[in-house]
């Protein structure tokens, strides 16, 4: 069943995000998040002798930062669910919806 199938049409958008940022940075994974007023964050992971994060973490990271107060979800593209990113996505929203996918951007 296609992804689009599965998932409504703002989580698939959040889906075709991750998937964007994770062939641009040619990663193994990418995630995106999206706030409480709609905006999305999308990142791969960050691999630096100074600052190690998962593409989870980048993307909240990046929607704080950006005065982001909650987050209505997130997405894991061909990432582990004991992503770390986890608990910051639950930091800021404890209720948000956390969607993992293959690499294809099939919910796992």
Do not use: C, F, H, N
């Not at 998932?7 to 991750?18: G, N, Y």
């Not at 905006?39 to 990271?61: I, N």
């Not at 209505?72 to 929203?93: H, N």
Request: charged share 20%; hydrophobic share 55%.
């Amino acid at each position: 069943m296609p992804m689009t199938d599965q998932l409504d049409a703002e989580d698939a958008k959040l889906v075709v995000l991750a998937r964007a940022a994770m062939a641009r940075a040619e990663a193994g994974s990418g995630a995106a998040v999206r706030d409480v007023d709609g905006r999305t964050y999308a990142a791969a992971p960050v691999d630096l002798s100074a600052l190690t994060l998962t593409g989870l973490q980048a993307a909240v990271a990046a929607a704080a930062s950006s005065g982001a107060t909650g987050l209505e979800a997130a997405v894991l593209v061909a990432a582990s669910a004991d992503d770390p990113g986890i608990a910051a996505v639950r930091e800021l929203s404890p209720t948000a919806m956390i969607i993992v996918t293959d690499r294809a951007g099939t919910p796992l």
